[in-house]
């Protein structure tokens, strides 16, 4: 067997590995919410937010305010979800296969609030 045969054995290992982990445990999915609970967000890795959940009391913040604070917590929850990916698949796969998802862009994000450098949140434009 080449080198090339083996690395296609071990991605689809990996692929069926991580396809019965998630069978088992369901979709990985991060979710935050603002310090005051008047926004959540749920998503995927690397998708754009599943759920946004605004309070009532959340828009007497006005337009852009609301508009902000959904994107800080949008961008938190797809740091949690970037996490719970790295976790999740370094319970079944390869060390190399855990570090290639920051390599193509799912950073392992901190429990921070720090900045977001993800896809799919732009800012203002």
């Known amino acids: 067997m080449d080198e090339t045969q083996r690395a296609a054995r071990r991605v689809a290992d990996t692929e069926r590995q991580v396809a019965e982990h998630a069978a088992r445990t369901g979709p990985v999915l991060g979710r935050a919410s603002s310090p005051d609970d008047a ?6 890795p690397g ?13 007497n913040m006005g337009p852009r305010a609301l508009a902000d604070e959904i994107l800080r917590v949008s961008a938190r929850a797809s740091r949690d979800a970037a996490t719970r990916l790295h976790r999740t698949l370094e319970r079944v796969a390869d060390p190399a296969a855990v570090r290639a998802l920051a390599e193509i862009g799912f950073e392992r994000g901190p429990d921070d609030d720090g900045g977001f450098d993800g896809t799919y949140l732009r800012g203002p434009r």
Do not use: F, I, N
């Open 39 to 44: 926004v959540t967000v749920v998503t995927a």
């Open 47 to 59: 998708g754009p937010p599943r759920e946004v959940r605004v309070s009532p009391s959340a828009l």
